[in-house]
C-alpha cells in the first residue's frame, strides 16, 4: 500500500477515534456525572470537580490525537522515520502517562471519600492499565523511531 493511502487511512482511523472521543467526554461521561450528583445527593458537591477533570483528560487525549495526526502527515510525505515522529511519539506517551496519573488521583481520592464501589473500580483500573500500556508503548517507538532515524541519516550520509 502506497504512503499516503497509508496516512489518509490513518487520519480517517483519527477522526474516527476523535468523534467517539468528544462524544464520550462532551456527552455520555457529563450524563453519566449528572445522574449520580441526582442519585447520590450527599456527592452531588463533586459534580462540577469531575466534569471538569473529565474535560482537562479529554484535553489531553485531543493533544495526543494531534501528534498522531502530524505523525500521519509525515507518513504521507514518506517522512516515516524521522526525529520529529519520534519526538511526537514521545509526546503522546507523556500525555498519556499524564493521563494515568491524573486518573489514579482522582480514584484514590474518590476511594478516600467512600464514593467508589468495586465495579467502579475495576472500570477505571481497566482504563487506568490501558492509559499506562498506550504510555509504555508510545514511548518504546519513540526509542525504535528515534533509532531508525539515526541510522537512515548515516545511511544517507554515506550516499
Avoid at 19 to 24: I, R
Avoid at 32 to 44: F, K, P
Avoid at 72 to 97: K, P, Q, T, V, Y
Amino acid at each position: 500500500m502506497e504512503q499516503k493511502n497509508i496516512a489518509r487511512m490513518l487520519k480517517i482511523f483519527t477522526l474516527c477515534v476523535g468523534a467517539v472521543g468528544a462524544f464520550f467526554f462532551f456527552f455520555y461521561i457529563p450524563i453519566l456525572i449528572w445522574e449520580v450528583a441526582q442519585e447520590e445527593t450527599e456527592a452531588a458537591w463533586l459534580q462540577w470537580p469531575g466534569t471538569i477533570g473529565m474535560w482537562v483528560i479529554a484535553l489531553m487525549c485531543f493533544l495526543a490525537l494531534w501528534e498522531f495526526w502530524r505523525i500521519c502527515s509525515r507518513i504521507g510525505r514518506d517522512e516515516s522515520f524521522c526525529r520529529e515522529n519520534g519526538a511526537s511519539m514521545g509526546h503522546i506517551g507523556i500525555l498519556a502517562f499524564t493521563v494515568a496519573a491524573l486518573i489514579l488521583g482522582g480514584t484514590v481520592f474518590l476511594m478516600v471519600l467512600g464514593y467508589l464501589n468495586a465495579a467502579g473500580f475495576l472500570m477505571i483500573f481497566f482504563v487506568l492499565c490501558t492509559a499506562v500500556g498506550i504510555g509504555v508503548l508510545c514511548l518504546a517507538l519513540s526509542r525504535l523511531i528515534d533509532n531508525a532515524a539515526r541510522l537512515k541519516e548515516e545511511s544517507d550520509l554515506t550516499i
